[in-house]
């Protein structure tokens, strides 16, 4: 997925703002399977268990255990047609999501070779925030960050600038 384009700057941004609001003694079930990011975080010292690729929008049941004080889900929701679904389900207190912000001057990413690597949403701020606390979400912290691509053009002049990532931890009401 990631070949010679490992994202680095999202990965140090995200670990940063993990570090502020999860204790390593949490247990964590992180959305999705096991991914570079997920790999940091054990070699970090969290305790990290994915899920193994289930359809979320259709088999919530993965999130409905009270075995885990927190879930992540970094650059998950876009994927699926219904997160609410999901969001609503999670039994964990504490939630650390991470969502690609809608550009105006890029469309929703889809792959055209594998179908589960494609953006059904693309969130602005004001979206994900409604989103998380119609579900039943606080919102305690959140930041938006940009993601610079080393290439020449006015579009990777924009990513300098205009922030590409939505991070939010919140907390069940």
Known sequence: MY???????????????????I???????DLGVSNPFSEILSKEGYNVTNTKGEDLDLKTEVVK?????????????????????????IQAKKLVASVPL??????????????WDRHYHEFEAWQFDWLLEKAGWRIVKSEKFTNPV????????????????????AERV
């Open 65 to 89: 255990t009270n075995n885990f004080d927190v879930v992540t889900a970094f650059e998950i929701f876009e994927h699926l047609v219904a997160p609410f679904n999901v969001l609503k389900d």
């Open 23 to 29: 204790s390593k003694e949490e247990k964590i079930l």
């Open 102 to 115: 809608k550009l105006w001057f890029a469309p929703a990413y889809r792959s055209k070779t594998d179908k």
């Open 150 to 169: 080393n290439k020449i053009g006015i579009r990777p002049m924009l990513r300098r600038i205009i922030p590409r990532y939505y991070l939010v931890y």
């Open 3 to 21: 070949e010679a384009r490992f994202p680095k700057k999202r990965y140090k941004h995200t670990l940063s703002f993990l570090n502020e609001v």
